[in-house]
């Protein structure tokens, strides 16, 4: 069984920055593919960024490539989400998410084993 736990969203203006961090613990941090979700009130989740089990690849929804960067470090059981230009359309509660068995890259959530409870983020204009 895998822990995660979201840190680092917040309330920020239009083109600020933040960088969301997700802690795993629990199991073998590096078998796991990663992604980061969204998901605004009344809409689904959605997709924001994978990463693969070493961190050699990564994927990006449309909407957010070019401004947020996911990254992991292994030895530190911990991946990242950097975000950058932030726009109001950005507003949503950011979840990290752990896949065992999905091919790195996966934009279902149904790919993914492991949730955490999330974190929010907030852009003010």
């Known amino acids: 069984q895998v822990q995660l736990v979201e840190s680092g969203g917040g309330l920020v203006q239009v083109g600020g920055s933040l960088r969301l961090s997700c802690a795993a613990s629990?199991?073998?941090?590096?078998?796991?593919?990663m992604g980061w979700f969204r998901q605004a009130p009344g809409t689904e989740r959605d997709f924001v960024a994978a990463?693969?089990?070493?961190?050699?690849?990564?994927y990006y929804a449309d909407s957010v490539k070019g401004r947020f960067t996911i990254s992991r470090d292994n030895a530190k059981n911990t991946v990242y989400l950097q975000i950058n230009s932030l726009k109001p359309e950005d507003t949503a509660v950011y979840y990290c998410?752990?896949?065992?068995?999905?091919?790195?890259?996966?934009?279902?959530?149904?790919?993914?084993?492991?949730w955490g409870q999330g974190t929010q983020v907030t852009v003010s204009s």
């Open positions: 990463i693969s089990r070493s961190g050699g690849s990564t």
């Open positions: 998410a752990a896949s065992y068995v999905g091919y790195a890259g996966s934009r279902r959530p149904s790919e993914y084993d492991y």
């Open positions: 629990g199991g073998t941090f590096s078998r796991y593919s």
